[in-house]
């Protein structure tokens, strides 16, 4: 029996309660995504403290969301035959 919960096993909240299972590994800093943690998953499995660390262009790149040059279109004559 624990000596602060006072239960066998140790309540959730209990400090000496054993941390939940790993489900996954954060991709960007190899730590544990535990059950009911938030997570990213898109091309990977990225924490949501890493991506509350990121940048806009870190978070675009993992996104593999890629920015366009823009091009002047040249107008099409063609159309007053």
Same mark, same amino acid.
């Given at each position: 029996?624990?000596?602060?919960?006072?239960?066998?096993?140790?309540?959730? !909240?209990?400090?000496?309660?054993?941390?939940?299972?790993? *489900?996954?590994? &954060?991709?960007? $800093?190899? %730590?544990?995504? !535990?059950?009911?943690?938030?997570?990213?998953?898109?091309? *990977?499995?990225? &924490?949501?403290? $890493?991506? %509350?660390?990121?940048?806009?262009?870190?978070?675009?790149?993992?996104?593999?969301?890629?920015?366009?040059?823009?091009?002047? %279109?040249?107008?099409?004559?063609?159309?007053?035959?």
């Amino acid at each position: 029996m624990c000596d602060i919960c006072l239960s066998s096993p140790c309540l959730p !909240r209990c400090p000496n309660a054993p941390e939940p299972r790993a *489900v996954y590994n &954060c991709e960007e $800093c190899g %730590e544990a995504i !535990r059950e009911d943690d938030e997570y990213l998953d898109e091309n *990977v499995k990225v &924490c949501r403290g $890493c991506i %509350e660390n990121m940048s806009a262009l870190e978070l675009l790149d993992i996104l593999e969301i890629s920015f366009r040059t823009a091009e002047a %279109e040249e107008p099409d004559y063609d159309d007053y035959d």
